[in-house]
């Protein structure tokens, strides 16, 4: 393939250093970079950046959480660069226009995109460099410039080998020429295992969290919070906590009282002194029952929005023979990132500079823009490395807050949460109910299948924030705000929410009759992208019932998916891969079941199959023996990344379909820490068996696609065994 | 005024006896390898060695180690040259080569428990490491890695015992 970057994308050096050559080009192709911003800030401006004494840089765009996007998106200049990855100095790039993600408008890392969206860009920026390199050493050494070989970082003639460095100077004058990207064939080191890039810092603890990268001048802070979202403070009192040891101040800000102090420690020692008195928010008259009750009233009395509405659903229900009928339920969840939430921030009149793990940096900066009351170009963000983000970074609640204690308190703070900080003040997994029916036919075959859910949308919730990133820069603060406040409205009553039936709406399942539909219903616990999203729980639903037909219409669960499926040679391809490999057709041992189950989420098919035992010495306790996991995504950048992206996908799914419920009570979240809200341990990990199907097709999304699976997979394996089908989750091996 | 060893250097903090180990380590030493993920002993994040063995610092006061030895990451590898390969504990070189850590936050305190379960068990079984690594989270879920890697490193510290049998079986096509 033949691509070109043009000359306003392009930028040479001229300005800071005046001894680099810097490459960038927009991915969205709509970046207008005028020459004032390339001079006084070309460098972080660009991607890659070749410096004469041979130093190779990649501004990472995208934010390195632990999905592996450093050495993936580094693996890609390499390739074409022919450099090792390891030879690149990767640093993280600011918040600007040119890594705005092309799909969201936004400069976000997220929806497992990150890979699939830089593909080819990043490529071509790289194999430009490449080759100016060698038509600069061409001129040098006064030959064609087939004669240049370029290889190992360096250029090659006859027995001359020079590194890159040496060509800078002539390279940055030369016009930019049209390149051809290297077939599959040619790859050395796409699609090759290699190591990663960050395993080695973080192997030795010399890694910098955000929850490490606040300047020395920094103070503590701590926030003493309602107990419900959305409270705010009648009165308080601090009952001595202003005295006691390391205290420098408490401030109120809008949601609580925060305490700074010289230590964390201290400050959460004086914290536990405040006796706060709350205005309560109306969610406070909630509990999981009425939560629940007002799912079932929304799904009984509002007709919702169509969201998929193939061939007439009325009249395929009339006309079936027999009719399944089933309601899912899942409750809340929360993420429990291993890093709590944080955020260091340096306040001054005109000035704001913060440093935070955030999924977002440029909602980041919106959220510290309104917070603090400068101009967004008065805001510095700093990006740090993340402890977990799984979608919980995309709201930038901390960042805010940590901006708010600082302007109240006049102080350099670092903002620390505490565990049951995080697992109470999230932005939750949304709960869903859902009906499915289905009809079948005559003949035995399921002929059409209808769908309705209930659940909160979580679109209002990210507009809020996010419509500031989106918006001009120079629109007064107060409409920004008051488009912000449409998010409800818009997303609540006028729109469909796509995550919110995505895996249903969009499946791949060829039904005659398909009529899905979705009722906004939202009790007011916020919520957020929480890994996989609307799949996490669409999949569970999904899968399961498809599993109820294939049982009540006495078909094989594997071969009814097959036909459903027939013109999708992908997820066709998964399916066979997992039943191939756990000899579905084979008979088992008498106590041995499995389940099965396939899903397309971020472009990318999976399929999973559980293989669980049946204890009889253990009071028939159900054990889970092991997963199979076939997965195409495409091309893949690093095989073993994504190996470990499958793992990290099925033990998250485990967490899901095994531990996780957030339970509501008077409107507070009950849940607190790791003792309440378990998560998966390496003594309850099954056996995995994760397949890779082999692909030359672009790639797409590998951090989430696993994670909806393992629950339908294990729900359907646990009905083979018991006969008793579990609609709601977590599920029960008992 | 409390004083401990820490990573082979004398400390001293002029802290409150109570304040937890974890605190001193992060805030008063600046040694940040350490982490913070629950300060109440559930997910392992803060682990380090008392006198060689794993300890949770969120949950021990500065007053429970005067006088006594404290290891964090930073200290694990023998020597202060920590930028070589050659020069990383066994087990951190074992954690690179199987690429274990994903966002890296629980691994400080994954490696600390990890190298005190091989310092008194050399060749430990599935069954043993699940017991020693049962006390850290991994929200990443890189349990299987962690496993095969304790594994390796088991091996470098003793070429001569077979652990191969014990190896999780994960394969990938
Ligand atoms: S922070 Fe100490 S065990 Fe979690
Ligand atoms: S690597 Fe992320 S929590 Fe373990």
Known sequence: MSTTINRRQFLQTSGLTGTGLAFSLSIGGCANLSRADTAHAWQANAWLEITADNTVSFYLHRTEMGQGTMTGLTTLIAEELEVSPEFINVKTSSVHANYVHPDYGLQITGGSSSTSSSWIPLRTAAATAREMIRRAAAQRWNTTIDNVQIADGKAHFKDISLPYGDFIDIAKHLSIPTVSLKTPEQYSKIGKPGIRLDAPMKSKGTATFGIDAAPASCLKATLVRCPVIGGTAKSWKTNGAQDMPGVKKIVEIHNGIAVIAASWWQAKEAAKAITVDWNMPPFSALSDDTILSGFRDALANNSGKVARDDGDIEQALDDAEQVIEAEYYVPYLAHATMEPMNCSVILTDNYCEIWAPTQGPDIAAVAAEHASGLRRNQVTVHTTLMGGGFGRRLNQDFVEEAVLIAKHSGLPIQLIWSREDDIQNDFYRPSALVRFKAGIDKTGNVSCLSHKGASPNIMPYTFKEAAGAVLPAWLPDGMVKSIASLGPTIYGDVLLDATSVEGIADSCYQFDHFHARHVQHDPGLRVGYWRSVGHSFNAFFMESFVDEIAHESKQDPYSMRLSLLSEHPRMTAVLKSVAQHAQWDKTKAPSVFQGIAVHHSFNTSVAMLAEISIENNNNDRIRINKIVCAVDCGQTINPDIVKAQMESGIIFGLTQALKGKITIRNGAVQQSNFHDYELIRINEVPEMDIHIIDSRAAPTGVGEPAVPLVAPALANAIFAATGKRQRSLPLSLL | ?173
């Open chain 2, 1 to 173: 005024m409390i004083t401990f060893s820490l990573n082979g250097k004398e400390f001293s903090a002029d802290a409150d006896p109570f304040m937890p180990l974890l605190w001193v380590i992060r805030d008063l030493a600046q040694l940040q390898g350490t982490k913070f993920g629950c300060g109440q002993g559930l997910c392992g994040a803060c682990t380090v060695h008392l006198d060689g063995a794993a300890i949770r610092s969120c949950i021990t006061p500065l007053n429970a180690i005067e006088g006594r030895h404290i290891t964090t990451i930073e200290g694990l590898s023998s020597s202060s040259d920590n930028t070589t390969p050659s020069h990383d504990h066994p087990v951190q070189q074992a954690w690179i080569k199987n690429n274990v850590p994903q966002c890296g936050y629980c691994q400080s305190g994954q490696i600390m428990s990890a190298s005190a379960l091989l310092a008194t068990n050399a060749a430990p079984t599935d069954e043993e490491i699940t017991r020693a690594m049962s006390g850290n989270i991994c929200r990443c879920g890189t349990y299987p890695r962690i496993r095969q890697a304790i594994h390796d490193a088991a091996k470098t510290l003793t070429p001569n015992i077979d652990t191969e049998h014990f190896q999780s079986d994960l394969t990938s096509e």
